[in-house]
Structure formats: C-alpha cells, structure tokens
C-alpha cells in the first residue's frame, strides 16, 4: 500500500496547525518569550509552504510551487532566527577546554 504525497502533505499540515495552537496559546502567551515568537512564527511558515503545495498538479501550480519554496525557507530561517535567540555568550572558562583539545595532548620533544 502506498500513500501518497497529497495526502502526507495534508497529515502534516493537521500536525502543524495543531502544533501551531498549542505551542501558541500554552507557551507564548504565558512566556512572551522571543524563542517562543519565533517558532510560531516558524510553524505558521512550514503550515502555509505545506498548503501551497498541497495545488502542485492543479492550473494553480506556477504560483503556488514558488510561493511553498519561499515560505518552507522562511520557515527555516525563522527557526534559525530562534535558535540563535537561546546562544548567550560563553563564560570565559568554558574556552580553557576547547582551547586545550585543539591543540593536542603536549609531546614530548626529541
């Protein structure tokens, strides 16, 4: 049995909205925080990318194949953009560990 693309593409579409909802009214609105803005942002891109191209085949396939490109990008730039909004600054100790690794176990020198 095979499925096919239409309808994986209409399952995620269900997933995300409801991803969407959730992460919306339980997370964002209590925490307000910018990570969280950011992945709703993120999941109402990948929602409408994955609707767009739900019309690939249809008269209405040269708009909406680009358009599903653009938005699925700008979905993974958004998640991006989050992801970035959690990296806060390394303390200064935490550089003495890499900083030994790179440059190998010390030799002993003939």
């Given at each position: 049995?095979?499925?096919?693309t239409?309808?994986?593409?209409?399952a995620?579409?269900?997933?995300?909205l409801t991803?969407l909802?959730l992460?919306?009214f339980?997370t964002f609105?209590?925490?307000?925080?910018s990570?969280?803005?950011?992945?709703?942002v993120a999941l109402m891109?990948f929602?409408?990318g994955?609707?767009?191209?739900?019309l690939?085949?249809t008269?209405?396939?040269?708009?909406?194949?680009?358009?599903?490109s653009?938005?699925?990008v700008?979905g993974?730039?958004?998640?991006?953009?989050?992801a970035?909004?959690?990296?806060?600054?390394?303390?200064p100790?935490?550089a003495?560990?890499?900083g030994?690794?790179?440059?190998?176990?010390?030799?002993a020198?003939?």
């Amino acid at each position: 049995m095979q499925i096919d693309t239409a309808t994986l593409r209409l399952a995620f579409v269900i997933i995300a909205l409801t991803m969407l909802v959730l992460f919306y009214f339980a997370t964002f609105r209590t925490a307000r925080s910018s990570y969280c803005g950011w992945w709703c942002v993120a999941l109402m891109f990948f929602l409408a990318g994955s609707a767009a191209y739900l019309l690939d085949g249809t008269d209405q396939q040269w708009w909406a194949n680009p358009l599903g490109s653009v938005l699925l990008v700008s979905g993974t730039a958004s998640t991006w953009a989050g992801a970035r909004t959690l990296r806060a600054p390394a303390p200064p100790h935490m550089a003495v560990g890499p900083g030994s690794a790179a440059g190998g176990p010390p030799r002993a020198h003939r």
